[in-house]
């Protein structure tokens, strides 16, 4: 059920952001809009937002019990999280650990090879030029991000690369690759924003006997596998088992 909330922000492909009445915060609503390639496909999936507002919550706390600081303040009812307010900085900051999707359009190296290292790509973070692909030179070229503040991001990533990758281990889940988005807060510090979902991360179930049921990402919906929402609803599950519920915020 929608919560009290004050003006819409912003509306995206999968979330909703709305004025709170609290300062410095926002309301964040799960959709169960789907989309993918750049909105050429879309779908409504129903429980969709439920599960990645769930998981990304959990996600969320995760992070923050390990030092990272995101833009999380807690569930407010099922499909709905309090945020703080933060100015997204327009980078899709991506980060890989084996071989899937863009990068093996993009170069000879096959689906399925995992990387001696994480490989961090940054993209440019706007719809009507697809979300490009950047050099560090237009990067900087583009000014977006000082040298501090993009080494800084780089720390900070590999960071939570590593910290999702050891629990979605325990899980007897794989972190193929995820996209984060990073926003500023009021006090200048850069913090991790958006969600963290099968939305944007790709996950590989390693109980698993076939590549296809490997999947439990947005890759069913982009490959027309069908049962996306079930493969969501398996993460939340295997999460819950080893997770306390996330907390409600008031
Ligand atoms: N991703 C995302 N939003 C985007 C593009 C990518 O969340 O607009 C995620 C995607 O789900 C995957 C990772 O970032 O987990 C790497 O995506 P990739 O560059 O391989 O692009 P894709 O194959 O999705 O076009």
Request: glycine fraction near 6%.
């Amino acid at each position: 059920m929608a919560p009290n909330h004050g003006l819409l922000l912003y509306e995206g492909k999968a979330k909703r952001i709305f004025d709170s009445d609290k300062k410095g915060q926002v309301l964040v609503e799960f959709k169960n809009d789907t989309t993918a390639f750049n909105a050429l496909k879309k779908s409504s999936l129903k429980g969709k937002g439920i599960l990645n507002c769930q998981i990304s919550s959990h996600l969320f706390e995760l992070l923050e019990a390990q030092g990272v600081d995101t833009h999380y303040l807690g569930l407010v009812s099922d499909s709905w999280m309090a945020a703080k307010r933060v100015e997204i900085i327009p980078l899709e900051v991506v980060v890989r650990n084996i071989a899937f999707g863009s990068l093996c359009k993009e170069t000879p190296i096959t689906e399925g090879t995992e990387l001696s290292s994480p490989l961090l790509d940054l993209y440019f973070k706007d719809d009507s030029l697809s979300d490009p692909l950047l050099t560090e030179a237009r990067l900087e070229l583009l000014g977006i991000l000082s040298n501090n503040q993009r080494n800084e991001i780089e720390t900070l990533v590999r960071k939570v690369n590593l910290i999702l990758s050891t629990f979605f281990e325990k899980l007897d889940l794989i972190l193929v690759d995820f996209k984060l988005e990073i926003g500023i807060n009021a006090e200048g510090r850069l913090i991790v924003a958006d969600e963290i979902s099968p939305d944007t991360c790709r996950i590989w179930d390693a109980r698993a006997d076939s590549s296809s049921d490997r999947i439990l990402d947005k890759d069913r919906f982009r490959k027309d596998l069908g049962g996306v929402v079930e493969a969501y609803a398996e993460i939340l599950k295997r999460i819950q088992e080893i997770s306390p519920n996330p907390r409600i915020y008031k």
